[in-house]
Every structure is written in structure tokens, then in C-alpha cells.
């Protein structure tokens, strides 16, 4: 079943022309992976999905994109409820300064959630999917500050399942984290494709074959090419992807 397609959806920031004619399929319950040098128009079309572009002045986005075969553009749309269910993880972790429970609970909290018991459920929920309830739930009254650059990565996956999200959308979520901190997100991802829908941005092509079901490589606003990881990466049908993947440039 798809989750998340667009149809020619272009992107322009004023005058530039950030991403051209995308048509695209996301399956639900995968890892779809977009690659790409920088300024090809990968992270553009990660902000399409919870509207994120609205926040930039100059942006213009024409053309379709469903989500659970809704379209999200049309004017007057719930962009809340939106970015409830569509949430995103920045690259670099981006907890709040507040303790470990109240950054997971904030969420819930803002939408109204206020008894105590109720918000302590979500908060061992949130953070047993992420595991970390194991290593923190005899601290959860610390400050998230604290944390290892990997454990907050993990905390901020885990405040978007704490207000429900179905689709995490994934930039660079490992591009300030050493190999072994990389190693441990990569895994908690693919144990949480069996119930959310993940999308990630990578620089890391290797990254992109490990974990991914599908991938798309994109090049200066063209989505050159989308389709099966494996097949993307032992046959590219196009000479600029396996361009890409050999090194010749980017």
C-alpha cells in the first residue's frame, strides 16, 4: 500500500527551480531513501510531505502530493494535524531544554493531553519504541542536554510517536553522529518500519543500501531514478546514476 505520492510536483524558491516533475510512490511500512549530491532538491522534497516549504518565503509548490491518497495542498488544509501525523528529525538532535520527560511529552502536553498518569504512558511508550525507556527511566527528570548525541537523536525520534506520527521523515539523521551511534539509530530505524513509514535523506550511500527498501537518486531537481535498493545499486538503468554511485561525481 503507498502512503505517501506526488504527481509533477515542482518546487520554486522565487525564480530557481528546485525540483522538477517529481512523481514518486512511497510504500508504507518501508525505509525509502533519497541520495544525491547537495542542491539536488532531496531535502526540498522531504519538506513537501508535512509542508514544511509553507515556512519560507518565496516557496511555491504546484502539483499533487497524497497522503493516504488525500492531497495535502489544497488551500485551508489542517497543517497541524498534518504535522502530527508527518514528522520530521533535523540533522543535527534538537531536544529542548527541558528534562527528558517533558521533551517527550511536550507534544501531547500542547495538544491537550494534561494528566499526569496519561502523559507517564506516553512517555514509556515513546521511549521503550526507541529503547531507551531501559536506560533513562531512572532519570527521566534530567536534562536532555545531557544525553549522548545518539540517545537525543533517539528522544527526538520518540517525541513524534509520542503525538502519534505515521511518517518520519529523516534528514541526515546520523551526519553529526560517530559509527557506532550511526550503527545503533540504523538499527532502532529498520525495527520501527514494521509500524511507522520512514523516509531519510542521506549523503551516505552506503547508508542508503543498508537499511532502505527503495531509493531515489536525484540530480539538480530531476529525480533521475527511483525504484528497488538493490536494484538501484547492482543495475542503475541510467548512466548519471551509475555515474553517481561509481564516484564520477557529486
Request: proline letters at 4%; glycine letters at 6%.
Amino acid at each position: 500500500m503507498m502512503k505517501i505520492t506526488s504527481r509533477n510536483l515542482n518546487v520554486f524558491y522565487e525564480d530557481f527551480h528546485a525540483l522538477i516533475n517529481v512523481n514518486l510512490d512511497i510504500r508504507e511500512h518501508a525505509i525509502t531513501a533519497f541520495i544525491g549530491s547537495s542542491g539536488c532538491g532531496k531535502t526540498t522534497l522531504l519538506r513537501c510531505f508535512n509542508r514544511m516549504n509553507d515556512l519560507i518565503d518565496g516557496a511555491k509548490v504546484h502539483g499533487e502530493v497524497r497522503l493516504d491518497g488525500k492531497n495535502i495542498y489544497p488551500d485551508g488544509g489542517d497543517l497541524l494535524a498534518l504535522r502530527r501525523k508527518v514528522g520530521m528529525v533535523f540533522q543535527r538532535p534538537n531536544p529542548f531544554p527541558l528534562s527528558i520527560f517533558d521533551n517527550c511529552i511536550y507534544g501531547p502536553r500542547v495538544h491537550g493531553t494534561k494528566e499526569r498518569k496519561k502523559l507517564e504512558v506516553i512517555s514509556e511508550h515513546a521511549l521503550s519504541a526507541v529503547l531507551l525507556w531501559e536506560e533513562l527511566k531512572d532519570r527521566l527528570d534530567r536534562p536532555a542536554l545531557e544525553l549522548t548525541g545518539e540517545q537525543q537523536q533517539r528522544l527526538c525520534i520518540a517525541r513524534l510517536l509520542a503525538v502519534n506520527a505515521e511518517v518520519l521523515l529523516m534528514d541526515e539523521p546520523c551526519s553529526t553522529l560517530d559509527p557506532i551511534a550511526t550503527q545503533k539509530i540504523e538499527e532502532l530505524l529498520v525495527k520501527l518500519k514494521k509500524d511507522y513509514t520512514i523516509v531519510i535523506v542521506t549523503h551516505n550511500m552506503q547508508q542508503a543500501a543498508r537499511i532502505s527498501d527503495s531509493t531515489g537518486f536525484f540530480l539538480m531537481g530531476e529525480m533521475v531514478e527511483f525504484g528497488t535498493t538493490k536494484k538501484l545499486f547492482r543495475s542503475p538503468k541510467h548512466k548519471r546514476t551509475q555515474d553517481y554511485l561509481e564516484g564520477r561525481f557529486g
